[in-house]
């Protein structure tokens, strides 16, 4: 512009042309100037519509305005480029590009999670190469706690099925559907053909293969109505449990072992996972299964069912140190309980509500309206209760009878209690003050006594039948004394002095056999010494083999015994008999608490011991003697009246069949170490700040979490354990609860269609996806809660719809709109599960049994060992029987998972796997070639063949038929019969588990 300006001052006129030249110029600048601010608004618009969501989605949790982490925040423009973490304008130079990047998968920001999208990537970068522009006015905010507006919160109202014309929509679902393909140009695949229909349907809802007979029937069926007849079929299959219990499984972390550092065993775990099956062969309504889930227990009480349910809140993974070795008062052991309960709450809340509670364990969840106030509530649900064996009757009239019985059981205790108080009033203060006196001698007794109390005859009727105890040393020695230790036997107040000799002997002898009398007591009857030690000096005698014998028997109770609690052979002040072997005429060998060892253990009652003993013998004579005499004879009938009906009513009790053992919640159980129960009497929990047990707030209220503003979501603190959990299930199985139906009925759509219609299954918050499909999610969940909670009907409208029954084949205009085929405008391709195929090749091999339900069989050999124990897979045959059975029965190790399933992506049991990984790698393909147990099954397979074919040609295509539904082409079966010859038949076989088409299914 000054050029421009000195140039018309030199030639001293203004041209016209010149005119227009400024004025063209004058318009550019304009333009450009109008474009520089058009840009600034696009920068804007693109940070507040796509970075701004991405840095509160995915980073303020850990960066907010609160102690950021690494003092780096994202609340605003000033604090984060305070930092110079970006280069505005070189998104390459700025270091927050280095820190989302992933390199080999992984990135260093967001920490602990997966990276971000390449979408999101491009939108950041996008953002610092045009300039970085964060608009003043805006500020990120964490969501509000009483923040509602989310989808998932709102209620739930059945949508109206859209109108639609084309013949193609015969259901509601394809109406729903059409409505979206439409919208988004796009027109559904045509219908797959017989084969591939029957081949899907099957591995959808029994897990297994068809046979080449079912194939052929359905394919040659004209029957209109073939399709439906099958689908019945399937569903009345008792594999459909089998099948669908495996989804279910994986969402609750359900395994036969603990993990954790020791992982013990769960031998009782399985009767949950048979529950599971039984429920849903027998299609139980939804709300009745989530109630017996959460308070079986209490809601049903008598029905089995009630109980095995409650394996759902024990499924998952359990601290055995934390809770037996270390002590509940102690910081590690509050550790592991507040651990335990988070378990079981998001357990229950992102299973049944597809919320991620346990994010506010730490702080107010960061996205949705939950606080540590209503997380710590609901641990305070579930505080009474531990992970532990729990018996239950199987069948109900059982269970009716038991509880009767023992309800008469303790009101006969009840009556006998009562009537023992009121003859120890009458005893009065005498007898008051000896039941202190023996409640402590107990105690000591307790705390005092040895478990191997001596050497014990054998018993003789006559008090003059001859006993001897020997001692032999290994070597002869110069001894000085020879030591008696009397028995104390506080069993049935026998007391001090027990079994010893009226009148005995002591003899010794040297190496060389020779026997010296030490000392004779056989002419008089010897006092018996109580608790004192008797000693019998021998003066430096060489000594090699002590004997006593007994010539007159001490009397026990109408019989005659001789007892020694030990034999000390002392050289000076050494006990040098410890140890030696001992010999006896007879001994009633009892261990630990008599045999003949026990003799020379050095093991026997201090004098202080005994005397405490002594006491408490006599303390519980005077006790019976006073009770005697204020005793009435209508007391003492009472009382026999009462222990003869008790002695019947514990007979019935043990006459009645014994009863199951199942892994669950539990508040009553056999203690072990510092794992011990509460009797239901719910534990305090205090809201944590930062989720520390060192750090404990306000005692927390027991409740739930709010649905809406007007939610009361608090308990009564004064519920007992059981009314929590009532409580607790009549909220998540509210026919108005929007997050319950809809998360059910959406899992249920994800195991047809590979993806729900929110891809987030267990987590419906702001978080995770939102619905593709709104309208159809809410007309399916109402659907499903009105018509019955039927699983089975629900799988019928789904399976019975032509969107489900598209074919798979790509369309590339379809695809360069949908390429994840998100709308479904055709069927999803997918790989069988790791089970799937596992059970697959079992049925084509001929030796799949289908037995049900029981202990879970090992794929292992099992190493116990004091700590732990190891699951020896490498050493394990797979020819063995009992383990051809469906995979959803056998024994599920946490920490040492099954290697060949793990590699076909086998879910982990010690996570919530709502989706299982499906991943192609060529260990999946080494694994199905060489695995031993794919060498075991080709083996069957071939013999299988063999027996049911007479030539190679049928053979090979029977094979092809039993594990692709379908004959083999010419040049297919041209080219295995030449490797079957070359090769052998086995590795034909190993070859045919390898097929794409086996493993995939269209």
Sequence with gaps: MRRFGLQCVRFGSVDSKIKEWVAALTALLACVSACAGDEALNAESHFRDHVATIFSQRCLSCHGSESPEGDFSLHDASSFFAEGHVDSGDADASHLMELITPKDGRAEMPQDADPLSPADLNAIRQWIDEGAIWPADV??????????????????VQPEVPIVSDPWATSPIDRFILRKLNEEGLKPNPPADRRELIRRLTFDLIGLPPTPEEVADFVSDPDPLAYEKLVDRLLDSKHYG?????HWLDVVKYADSNGYDKDKLRPNAWPYRDYVIRSLNQDKPYARFVREQIAGDVLYPGDPDGIAALGFIAAGPWDFIGHVEVSESKQDGKVARNLDRDDMVSGALNTFCSVAVQCARCHNHKFDPITQEQYYGLQAVFSALDRADRAFDIQPETAEQREILNARLGQLITQRNELEQRIQSAGGAELID??????????????????EYGYHSELASTPDSEKWVEVQLDAEVSASRIILRPCNDNYNNIGAGFGFPLRFKIESADDAGVWTTIADKTGADFPNPQHDAVEFAV?????????????RLAERKADYIFALAELQIMVGDDHVGVGAKVIAKDSIEAPVRWRRQNLTDNKWPEESEAETLQSLAEAEQRRKEILCAVTTPEMTRQLKDISTEETVVRQKLDELPPQQVVYAAATDFTPQGNFKPTGGIPREVFVLHRGEVSLPGEKAVPGVIPLANSDRWQFDSELDESQRRVQLAEWLTDRQHPLVWRSIVNRMWQYHFGEGIVATPNDFGRMGAEPTHPKLLDWLAVEFRDGGQSWKRLHRLIVTSNTYKQ???????????????????????????????????LAVSGV??????????????????????????????PAKKESHRRSVYRFIARSQPNPFLTTLDCADSSQSTPRRNETLTSLQALSLMNNKFSLAMAKEFAKRLISERPDLPAQVELAFELLVQRKPSDAEASELMAYAQDYGLENMCRILFNLSEFVFVD
Excluded at 139 to 156: G, R
Excluded at 242 to 246: G, M, V, Y
Excluded at 816 to 840: C, K, V
């Design 807 to 841: 074919s798979s084949a790509m369309h590339p205009e379809h695809s360069a709109i949908d390429g994840g085929n998100r709308f479904l405008w055709r069927a999803n391709r997918r790989r069988l599960s790791a089970e799937e195929i596992r059970d697959s090749v």
């Design 139 to 156: 500020v990120l905010q964490e969501a509000s706690v009483n923040d509602f507006d989310w989808w998932s919160y709102q209620p739930m």
């Design 434 to 451: 000896l039941m202190e006196q023996i409640e402590s001698l107990r105690s000591k007794s307790e705390a005092v006594s040895y478990p």
């Design 242 to 246: 089998e099948r669908w219990a495996r």
């Design 848 to 877: 799949l049994d289908h037995r049900m339900g029981g202990p879970g069989y090992y794929l292992f050999e099992l190493e116990k060992t004091a700590h732990s124990p190891h699951f020896q897979y490498h050493k394990f045959d």
């Design 539 to 551: 003066s430096g005698q060489r000594v090699r083999r002590v004997r006593v014998t007994a010539t």
